[in-house]
DNA sequence: ACGTCTTCCTGGGCGC
DNA sequence: TGCGCCCAGGAAGACG
C-alpha cells in the first residue's frame, strides 16, 4: 500500500537507473492503465464507462519516447518520470502497483499484471505492474502539465517544513466539519499521508482519529504536522513498510513496518501507556488508536 | 457546497 | 482439501 515513504524509496531506487538515460520504446499492454487530458476512454473513467478492454498490445502515445530523462520527481504519492523539455508520465502506484527496474536481457513476462514497459537505450527495461489496477499512468504531453496537476495537491509532507505544513493545515482544516482523519487523507489537505501513517500521526500527536477537523486547537494542530512530518521521515529512512508487495525498483522491501505504533495492532497494547488499543471504521478506513493517549472530544 | 458512501480490482487468509 | 467469503485501500464520482 504505497503512501508517501514508498513512492519516496521508489523514486530513489530509480534515480541511478534513470537519470540521462534514452527512452527509446514504450509498450502499453492495457490500453485502460494510462489516460491522457481530454481522454474519455482513459484512466479512472474506465471504472463508469463499461468499456472493457482485454489485454492487446497498443502502442502507447509517443509521451517520453526518445526523450532524455532527468532525475525522476514526486510530490505526496504521485511518482513523475520526466523528460528533460518537461513532458512527463505520472505514475500512481494505488494499493499493489510497482515500478520495476528489469536490466538488459532480463526476463519479464508480461502476464504478471504488467501493464506498461519502457525500453531505455542501455538496453534495460522499466515495467509498471499492478495486480490489482487501482494505479495508473497520466501521460502529461506538453511542459508545465505537471506543474499544474501538482497544484492541485497540498504540501507535501515529507519536503514541507513542520512550521510551514502547520500553517497549511492550520487553514485547511478551519471550517472542515469532517472527522480529523478524513483530513488527513485528503490528499488536497496535505499530499501523500494514506491510512497507515494517518493512524501513527495521529497517535504520535494524542489526537483521537474521530475529533472533528475545526474542532483542533491550535497546539494540537502544531503537534500534528510535527507527527505526519516525523512519521514520514523516519518511514522513509526505513524504506517504507512492506505488508505484502511492497518493494522499491530493485525489488527491495522496506522495513518501516517493524516500528508500527498502532497500525495493524488492533487490541494490543499501546507501546506508551499499555491500554488495549481500540479500533473502527473512519472515513471508510480500518483505524486504530490508544483511547487513553487519544482521547475523544 | 460539503461530507459520506460506493465502486473499481485481485490475492491472501480464514472458516466451515 | 477445497470452496467461498471477506478484507486490504486510493480516490473519482454519485449521492444525500
Redesign the pocket.
Known amino acids: 500500500?504505497?503512501?508517501l515513504p514508498e513512492v519516496e524509496t521508489v523514486r530513489r531506487s530509480l534515480v541511478p537507473r534513470l537519470t540521462g538515460r534514452v527512452v527509446i520504446g514504450a509498450t502499453l499492454h492495457r490500453r485502460d492503465i494510462a489516460v491522457m487530458p481530454g481522454d474519455p476512454e482513459g484512466?479512472?473513467?474506465?471504472?463508469?464507462s463499461g468499456v472493457?478492454t482485454t489485454a492487446r498490445r497498443v502502442r502507447a502515445p509517443a509521451v517520453l519516447v526518445r526523450a532524455h530523462l532527468v532525475e525522476p520527481r514526486r510530490h505526496?504519492?504521485?511518482l513523475a518520470l520526466v523528460a528533460e523539455d518537461g513532458r512527463a508520465i505520472v505514475v500512481?502506484l494505488?494499493?499493489?502497483g510497482q515500478l520495476r527496474w528489469a536490466a538488459k536481457g532480463a526476463r519479464i513476462d508480461p502476464a504478471d499484471?504488467i501493464h506498461a514497459t519502457w525500453r531505455l537505450d542501455d538496453g534495460s527495461r522499466l515495467v509498471f505492474r499492478d495486480?490489482?489496477?487501482?494505479g495508473g499512468l497520466w501521460l502529461l504531453p506538453e511542459a508545465g502539465m505537471l506543474e499544474a496537476r501538482w497544484a492541485e495537491l497540498g504540501p507535501d509532507g515529507l519536503r514541507t517544513p513542520p512550521a510551514e505544513l502547520a500553517a497549511g493545515l492550520r487553514a485547511r482544516l478551519l471550517?472542515?466539519?469532517?472527522?480529523i482523519k478524513?483530513a488527513l487523507?485528503d490528499?488536497r489537505v496535505v499530499a501523500g499521508v494514506?491510512?497507515?501513517y494517518?493512524d501513527e500521526a495521529l497517535h504520535e500527536a494524542g489526537v483521537h482519529p474521530q475529533r472533528l477537523?475545526?474542532g483542533l486547537a491550535g497546539a494540537e494542530v502544531d503537534r500534528l504536522a510535527g507527527a505526519v512530518s516525523g512519521v514520514l521521515t523516519r518511514a522513509v529512512e526505513a524504506r517504507g513498510s512492506t505488508l505484502?508487495d511492497y518493494a522499491d525498483a530493485e525489488g527491495r522491501r522496506g522495513e518501516a513496518q517493524l516500528v508500527h505504533r498502532v497500525?495493524?495492532r488492533s487490541g494490543q497494547a499501546c507501546l506508551a501507556c499499555g491500554a488495549a488499543l481500540e479500533t473502527a471504521?473512519v472515513?471508510?478506513?480500518?483505524t486504530v488508536w490508544c483511547p487513553a493517549c487519544q482521547p475523544a472530544g
Not at 484512466?43 to 463508469?48: K, T
Not at 472515513?283 to 480500518?286: D, F, G, K, L, V
Open positions: 500500500m504505497p503512501e484512466g479512472f473513467s474506465r471504472q463508469r472493457r505526496g504519492k504521485q500512481h494505488g494499493m499493489t499484471h495486480p490489482r489496477r487501482f471550517g472542515t466539519r469532517r472527522a478524513a487523507l490528499q494514506g491510512n497507515i494517518a477537523a475545526d505484502r497500525y495493524g471504521q472515513a471508510q478506513r480500518t
